[in-house]
C-alpha cells in the first residue's frame, strides 16, 4: 500500500530581499510552474509559501527550494534559470531517498553549523519555536543554554526581536553585590561569564562587543529585572534553579509583547540556602497546562559534551542512589533496634 501521509509547509522568504524575486517570479509564475512540476499545491502569501501535499512531494519541494536559494548565495538567477534548476533538480532526486534535512539554527563566525543533535535537542528547539516561554530542564552538558543562545542569535538576525536579553541568579554574591569590589560589572562578570563563553562561541569577539555596547545583547544579573518590562526581546534565564520563587515570579511577570523567553535549569544542582525554595520547581509544578508555555527534559543521554561526561553524569546518579538506599537501610535499621530494646 502506497503511503500517502499529507503534510503542509510554512516557508517565509522575506529575508532573501532580492533573492525572492528570482524564486516566485513575475506574477507568481513560477510558483505556478513548482507546483505542476512537484505535484504539490502552493499558496503565495506575502514572503509566505504555504506548501500542500504528499509528506515525500512537499519534503523533496521544500529541499529544491533550500537548495536553489544555497545556490542563489553565491550566485544571481534569473526566474527563468530557477525554473531550469527545478527541472534538473526533479532529474537528479527521481525516485531517490530525499536525506532527511539538517535544521540548521545558525552558522557560527568560524562557518560551523549549530544543529539540535539529539531527538530531545530538536524537540527543544521546535518548542521554541512554536512557543512564547519554554523551560529546559536537565544535567550539564545538554545543549540547553547554548541552543537557547542560538536561537536569539537566529530571531535577532531575522529580525524578529530586536535585542537579547540573557540573565542568572548571582547566587553566590546574593543581593549584597555592593559588598563586593569594583564596579557593577566587574562584580556580576564572574557569575555571568558562562553565558559571555556561549555568545564568543558563535559570534566574532568584535561583532559581539559591538552589540554589548549597543545595548542589543544586555546580559545582566536576575536581581537587575526588577521593575522591568521586556518588549520585543529574546530572553534566556540560565541556571534558574537557583532563581528563588520570589524572583522566579518577578522574571515572569517583565515578559512584554513580542518577547519569547527560554528558562534553562538543573534542578539536582540547586545552590540556594536550605530554607529557600527553588523558583524553578515551583515554576515546573504551577504553570503545567498553560497555552503558549511548553516544558522540555534532557537526560544524560542528550550530553553533547565529551563522552566521558555521560559517565560522570550517570556514576554521580548511580552514587547518590545508593548513598539514599543505605541511608534508608540505616534507618531501618535503627527502628529495628530500638523495638527490640522495647522487647522482653
Same mark, same amino acid.
Given at each position: 500500500? #502506497? %503511503? ?7 516557508? %517565509?522568504? &522575506? ?16 510558483? @505556478? ?41 553565491? &550566485?544571481?538567477?534569473?526566474? +527563468? ?5 527545478? @527541472? ?10 530525499? /536525506? ?18 539529539? /531527538?530531545?535537542? @530538536? ?17 550539564? $552538558? ?70 554589548? &555596547? ?6 545582566? /544579573? ?14 534566556? !534565564? ?10 522566579? +515570579?518577578?522574571?515572569?511577570?517583565? #515578559?512584554?509583547? $513580542?518577547? +519569547? ?5 538543573? #534542578? ?18 504551577? !504553570?503545567?497546562? #498553560? ?30 542512589? $545508593? ?5 534508608? $537501610? &540505616?534507618?531501618? @535499621? ?6 527490640? +530494646?522495647?522487647? /522482653?
Amino acid at each position: 500500500m #502506497i %503511503d500517502r501521509t499529507l503534510a503542509e509547509e510554512t516557508l %517565509d522568504l &522575506e529575508r532573501y530581499d532580492e533573492k525572492f524575486y528570482a524564486i516566485v517570479g513575475r506574477g507568481d509564475e513560477n510558483v @505556478k510552474y513548482f507546483s505542476k512540476v512537484f505535484d504539490v499545491r502552493i499558496v503565495p502569501r506575502g514572503t509566505q509559501l504555504i506548501v500542500k501535499g504528499e509528506e515525500e512531494k512537499v519534503r523533496r519541494f521544500v529541499s529544491f527550494l533550500r537548495a536553489v536559494i544555497s545556490r542563489l548565495e553565491k &550566485e544571481t538567477m534569473t526566474a +527563468k534559470e530557477v525554473r531550469e534548476y527545478a @527541472k534538473d533538480f526533479l532529474t537528479k532526486t527521481e525516485g531517490k531517498e530525499l /536525506p532527511e534535512e539538517e535544521d540548521v539554527i545558525l552558522i557560527t563566525h568560524r562557518k560551523r553549523a549549530i544543529v539540535p543533535k539529539t /531527538p530531545t535537542q @530538536k524537540k527543544y528547539v521546535e518548542a521554541i519555536r512554536r512557543n512564547d516561554i519554554v523551560f529546559g530542564v536537565g544535567p550539564a $552538558g545538554t545543549g540547553k543554554t547554548y541552543l537557547a543562545m542560538a536561537m536569539a542569535l537566529a530571531h535577532l538576525k531575522d529580525q524578529k526581536v530586536n535585542k537579547i536579553i540573557l540573565t542568572r541568579p548571582a547566587v553566590e554574591a546574593g543581593e549584597k553585590l555592593g559588598f563586593l569590589p569594583g564596579t557593577i560589572a566587574e562584580k556580576v562578570d564572574p557569575y555571568l561569564r558562562p553565558l559571555y563563553d556561549a555568545l564568543y562561541d558563535m559570534v566574532d569577539y568584535d561583532k559581539a562587543a559591538y552589540m554589548l &555596547e549597543r545595548n542589543i545583547i544586555e546580559i545582566a /544579573p536576575l536581581a537587575f529585572m526588577r521593575g522591568r518590562t521586556l518588549n520585543d526581546a529574546f530572553i534566556i !534565564l540560565d541556571e534558574a534553579q537557583n532563581a528563588t520563587r520570589e524572583q522566579m +515570579k518577578m522574571f515572569l511577570t517583565r #515578559i512584554g509583547f $513580542g518577547s +519569547k523567553v527560554v528558562i534553562t535549569g538543573d #534542578i539536582t544542582q540547586i545552590d540556594l540556602p536550605r530554607k529557600e525554595q527553588s523558583g524553578l520547581i515551583e515554576a515546573l509544578r504551577i !504553570l503545567r497546562g #498553560i497555552e503558549g508555555i511548553a516544558f522540555v527534559w534532557f537526560s544524560q543521554e542528550d550530553v553533547v559534551r565529551h563522552p566521558i561526561v555521560a559517565k560522570i553524569i550517570e556514576a554521580y546518579e548511580t552514587h547518590e542512589r $545508593g548513598s539514599g538506599e543505605a541511608e534508608e $537501610g &540505616e534507618e531501618r @535499621k535503627e527502628k529495628l533496634g530500638g523495638k527490640g +530494646k522495647e522487647g /522482653p
